[in-house]
């Protein structure tokens, strides 16, 4: 009775509280959306990069047609053709217009096939005994790419290859027809069928996940989990706060000179604050999967486990207010608190990859993050919405965020003890 | 008459502080006493009351309450006595119904019957009227009343009062006063307190104890007190004992 008591006057005194209020459930509201929003271009450009290419195309023949037809179907690029010269060309990507230009010098097709013809001609009449030399052109056919001078070199390497490897299957396509004809030529009466010049080995790739899952992370499926963390981790501040009004108005003194009162009131605000997070988390859920579609971001699956998903969301609840205790029972005022837990948990979240995510973060930082609590409540939501995570794999994370509440609850015990035996 | 609250050679030494904060303390408190506890700035009250009603142990001593110590038996000592702190010990945005009945759950009381002792607190305090308003809108009178009702819930044995009418009006006061003096001579309550309103202290303590620099300076009767120093009032005890030197830290 007299912890369902406490409980109800904390909820009391938190909802006469708007600026409580305000901060906590709205600030998290307005930061997941303004948030996910602003990144949203970032992470499509890690996951589906749209990079703006120009083709001017002076031979429209058959490489010409087959190297677009390959960069329309990698879904890589967004293509425009010009006509414009070398210079022109140049100038419109260091302008910034374009990332790529891509210049097919007249007659290229033809040429190819001329000297893919002369290839396969001097190999057959080596076949045959020939010994008359024939000519081949060695000179290299050029196709010029411009990139934009802030492009990465790991990128330009990338688009490079990618380049190299669509030229040299057409280049295998010149050769065999080349060869092709060059065989009907000697057998005139022979009926081959087609040669497949379909590529035999086929690179297959995925995004490596459990249970079939294939979710490609996105700015909703970061920013949900990151901010929403962000906002009960917040919540140590209003909790400190009310723990040093009450230690500053007196009140703390007489709930202590109360027969076994003082835990309870302060087990009554662990539980409020706990529920609040929790409010806070279905909140930003909500958000997640009705609000931000509706404003064109994808909608945040929540993966296959609710429970889960509550227990991760408790767990971080509980990590958050028995950090918001132990900051509440060392510091010595208000304005101490409000500043050291701002501090603080701006920190753990920087680190904990709430801002900026692990994965693009240097691998030193890669490292550190990982003491964060933050990070473990983000890498539990992540397994959960990205990889279909169920209870066995979330746990060593929920361990952790435990681990943190056992011992917050524990530092909190022993100053209270080392002040009181002062 | 009974010893409520037996002082036996209590000292408190704070770590790192250069002397103690009460020193070699004895003294006993009789059931139904209203004890004045007066000394200036700095003399070691609070560190005592902090003591009686067993927020941290003493240095050396023992403070037995109806025989029981904190030490053994903290529960029923703490079962035994209300706590008035000076300061408003009140949620500001809970209204004075809401205030009262959250701490007498506190205190382990429910139902009608701490819904009864609540309203019937708040009309002889001359509160009823204004119970269901939030204490933020309270003048500095009427919060006092309430924090006064806080203390006196659960009926305890021992009150102790730490400046119970600092900053309010002579109505607010009188109310208190008058109340508190009904209370020790109809249910008998004893009560313990402090204050440096020394002309009240002397209206209203059947007994005084000066303190200063931790050490008991003198106890009595209160009218005892006065003759024995061949002085008119307690005031004139008090600067003759404590002298007129400022207590500035």
Redesign the interface.
Known sequence: MKLLYSIYKEYKVLTRDRAGLAITFIMPTVLILIITLIQDTTFRSVNEASVPLLIVDRDNDSLSIALEKSLINSKFFVITKKQMTDEETKTEIAKGTYFIGVIIPENTSKKLREKSGARVTKLLNSFSGDSTETAVDTNKLNVQLFFDPITKKSFKTTVSNSFERIISQIEMQSMMSALNEKMQESFPLAKPSPLEITPIVNLKEDYASYNNSSIIPNSVQHNVPAWTLFAMFFICIPLAGNIIKERDDGSAFRLLTMPGSYMIVILGKMLTYVIVSLIQFALMLCVGVFVLPMMGMPELNIGNSLPVLFLVAFASGLAATGFGLLVGTIATSHDQASLFGAVFVIILAAIGGIWVPTFVMPEVMKKISVISPLNWGLEAFYGIFLRNFGLKEIFPEVAKLLAFFAASLGGAYLYQKYKRLK | MSILVDIQHVSKK??DAPRAAVNDLSLTINKGDIFGLLGPNGAGKTTFI?ML?????TTSGEIYINGLTHKTN???C??V?G?V???????P??TAW?NL???G????L?GSDLKEKVKENLTILGLEANMHQ?IISYSGGMKRRVNLI??LLHNPQLLILDEPTVGVDVQSKQAIIEHLKKLNKEKGMTILYTSHHLEEAEDFCSHIAIIDDGKLITRGATKELISSNNCNSIEEVYLKITGVKFRDK
Request: hydrophobic share 40%; proline share 6%.
């Open positions: 704070y770590k902090s009603c067993g927020l941290f142990p903290s529960k029923a703490k079962q006595i706590v702190p000076q300061e408003i010990a009140l949620y945005k809970l809401e009945m959250f701490l759950h506190m205190y382990g429910g939030k806080a203390g």
